[in-house]
């Protein structure tokens, strides 16, 4: 009886330890521990990535319709550096990844970019580097601008615009020879010369009445054309002007605004303000004249200006 007993008791002791791992494991089952959402207490702090500004260029051309800055910006990490313009933006809210638009108007007026070596793409394998952005402007009354970087949020490179010394020439332009401009008050291109001979003359008398004009049989009516931009409010006028033919030291002024030839506007004495296309013509007395193809010289006079505007062919 008493083996018996013992035989028993071990029984529901084993029975009794297996009842509990069981229990145990049917415990964790249903309520696990829950995963530890930060298994290292003490992570390596993530490496920033430093934003700073080495120099920049304002500009702001008459031509453009507006500012811009090209900045130098150096980007630095103890880690390779992951990232791209459309990380940058500006207090205007203009994502640098999104200034196409810009790009091509400056194209279209034949200013490079290139001049200034402007990345639109930054370097991946590096750790260091210095990259030029092209950075608009969206108020062109605005007085300063600031830079952000997405992903570091202490960055904010501050711009004055106050002061504008970026220039046409610093983008590749090279004033056309034909274009004659004070950057201030007018633009004045001379676009063509064109032989309209054989075109009707009509002349306005100072008693109002319009007679056709008649020349010697040796002349020769030449017309040049030519495209005026006032760039400010003030009007401006082509007081007079002058054809010379060096060879044969020879000068015809242009026809008065009471001088019409047929199919082409006169732009003598016409008060422009914008942008306005037309021709002054002239009366040349020389066999087979081709103007471009001899020494001449084509002069032109605004109202109020003392100097004269002078283009010189073939000299």
Excluded: C
């Excluded at 639109?120 to 092209?134: C, G, I, M, T, W």
């Excluded at 046409?168 to 004659?180: N, Q, R, S």
């Excluded at 064109?194 to 010697?216: I, R």
């Amino acid at each position: 009886m008493k083996h018996e007993r013992k035989i028993y008791g071990v029984i529901s002791v084993l029975t009794l330890v297996l009842l509990l791992v069981v229990g145990s494991m049917v415990y964790r089952t249903l309520f696990p521990e829950p995963n530890n959402p930060n298994p290292n207490p003490n992570p390596e702090p993530k490496t920033e990535i430093q934003v700073t500004l080495d120099n920049y260029t304002v500009y702001k051309l008459n031509d453009v319709s507006f500012p811009f800055i090209i900045a130098r910006i150096e980007l630095s990490s103890d880690e390779l550096i992951d990232a791209a313009l459309s990380d940058f933006y500006t207090s205007e809210q203009l994502n640098l990844n999104q200034t196409l638009s810009q790009q091509e108007e400056l194209s279209d007026l034949g200013y490079s970019l290139d001049e200034q070596r402007v990345d639109f793409e930054l370097p991946k394998e590096s750790n260091l580097y210095a990259v030029n952005v092209f950075i608009p402007i969206r108020n062109k009354d605005a007085q300063s601008v600031t830079l952000y970087f997405a992903k570091n949020t202490k960055t904010a490179l501050s711009f004055d615009l106050s002061f504008a010394n970026g220039t046409k020439e610093m983008l590749g332009y090279k004033p056309d020879e034909h274009v004659f401009t004070d950057d201030a008050t007018y633009r004045i291109e001379v676009v063509s010369f064109a032989d309209v001979t054989g075109y009707t003359v009509m002349n306005t008398l100072a008693n109002g009445e319009v007679v056709e004009a008649s020349f010697p049989s040796t002349a020769r009516i030449f017309a040049v054309r030519l495209m005026i931009e006032s760039l400010s409010s003030q009007m401006i006028q082509i007081e007079s002007a002058r054809y010379t033919l060096l060879n044969d030291n020879q000068t015809s002024y242009a026809f008065e605004k009471s001088m019409q030839v047929e199919e082409y506007v006169n732009l003598m004495q016409e008060e422009i303000t914008g942008f306005t296309s037309g021709y002054v013509f002239f009366d040349l007395y020389a066999n087979d004249i081709v103007l471009f193809d001899q020494n001449s010289k084509f002069e032109l006079k605004l109202l109020h200006l003392d100097q004269w505007i002078t283009l010189t062919l073939n000299d």
